[in-house]
C-alpha cells in the first residue's frame, strides 16, 4: 500500500510540474513529491524481510545497483525529451509529463 502510495504520488508530482503556470502548482508537486521518498526504505524492507539472511546484502547490493542505473539514465532521457519537446506546445513540462 505504501508503494502505491508513493507510485501515485509521484505521477501526480510529476503532472503537476508539467503543467504548472503559478507557484501554487509547483508547492502542490513539492508536497506530493514528498511522499515519493518512502518507495526505495519500503522496496529495501520488503526484499529484506523476503529473503534468507545470508543473502540479504546481496539484494541490497542489487537494489542500490538498480537505484544507480535509474540514477544515470533516468536523467539522460528527461534530457532527451527536453530536446525534442522543446518546441512543442508542452515547451519545458514535456520532461516532466514524459516522467509522470
Known sequence: LIVLVCFVAAVFANTLYGLANGKEALYAGIILASFTGMAFPT???IKAN???ESEQG???GALYSI???ASGIG???MRYVD???SDTFLGP???FLFAA
Open 43 to 45: 522496496f529495501s524492507a
Open 50 to 52: 523476503n529473503v534468507d
Open 58 to 60: 546481496r539484494i541490497q
Open 67 to 69: 537505484l544507480a542505473l
Open 75 to 77: 536523467p539522460l532521457a
Open 83 to 85: 530536446h525534442i519537446a
Open 93 to 95: 513540462g514535456a520532461m
